[in-house]
């Protein structure tokens, strides 16, 4: 499937230039809370309610949405490099894709590294996945993602092959990285670094192979995927695992030209965020009852 690319407004590379000159005079490392605080910062899905709650023995954050479709719900795994991030901190960028879907949106507190290094993050995923159907009876379950949560998220849909559709935003996908955007787009991304992948890969694989493909979905057997819709800026270092998922996944990837890591986060920033988010959510929508 060919790749489809979105160029740049006005507005919002006037929007970018002002977030690199914020993000350059702070260059500290991200702590657990830090990062929380910021993703936080996402405004609320219009009308979402959100409650906590466990499924397959996995904690996290239901965010539903006003008259949400029965039977069916959308599993998210968060960002963070497999160190950071919590359900909670993202229940409201959540809860944008569980109003644009009009789908509830389970967002999974997997256990972090190095705590809990891998397999941990992936049997999480494996299991909240499986409980939506076993213990609530979900029919249809949706899967997406971002950064390393698109990682898992395609990792899980390689595995389980049950899922409609899936959504990756920025996805983390080969934590060996052999993307030649890592050195390609190093000055570009404002960020991202390779020091900081590393270190989010030694602190979860532990010198486990990071060609597993439940660590690393980009060396799983993609034959006979469900339709994934991936989105990816120009300006990130992990552009290259996205596009590869044109030729061996057959997905359909959107390029924003400009755009930063998980750039839909910045719903409130960037139109490009809005527009993503939008396609996201009507591929969810359209895509769950395959």
């Known amino acids: 499937m060919p790749q489809i690319h979105h160029p740049l407004s006005s507005a919002d590379r006037d929007a970018m230039i002002a977030l690199r000159s914020q993000l350059a005079k702070s260059r500290a490392a991200p702590t657990r809370a830090s990062f929380d605080q910021l993703i936080e910062l996402t405004p609320p899905g219009a009308g979402a309610s959100h409650r906590e709650a466990r499924v397959g023995g996995v904690p996290g954050t239901w965010c539903i949405p006003p008259s949400p479709r029965p039977g069916r719900a959308i599993l998210y795994l968060h960002g963070g490099a497999f160190i950071l991030g919590s359900a909670r901190a993202f229940r409201h960028f959540a809860g944008q894709l569980a109003v644009r879907a009009g ?5 999974a507190d997997y256990r972090l590294a190095p705590e809990h290094p891998f397999p941990a993050a992936w049997e999480d995923a494996r299991d909240a996945h499986l409980g939506l159907a076993s213990e609530l009876g979900v029919e249809r379950v949706a899967i997406a993602g971002d950064s390393a949560g698109g990682g898992l998220a395609l990792a899980l849909l390689v595995a389980q092959r049950k899922a409609p559709c899936g959504v990756l935003l920025s996805p983390w996908t080969d934590l060996s990285l052999t993307g030649a955007s890592i050195e390609a787009k190093a000055l570009e991304d404002p960020v991202l670094s390779r020091g900081a992948l590393e270190a989010g890969a030694r602190h979860y694989l532990c010198g486990h192979d990071p060609r597993d493909p439940r660590a690393s979905a980009l060396y799983g057997a993609m034959e006979h995927l469900p339709p994934v819709q991936v989105h990816v800026g120009t ?8 596009v590869r998922l044109d030729a061996l996944a057959g997905a359909e990837v959107h390029v924003w030209e400009g755009m930063p890591h998980v750039f839909p986060r910045s719903v409130a920033t960037f139109e490009a965020a809005r527009d993503a988010l939008d396609l996201a959510g009507a591929f969810l929508r359209q895509g769950i009852d395959r």
């Not at 789908?103 to 967002?107: D, L, N």
């Open 103 to 107: 789908i509830s949106v389970f967002v």
């Open 235 to 242: 300006a990130e270092i992990l552009l290259d695992d996205s």
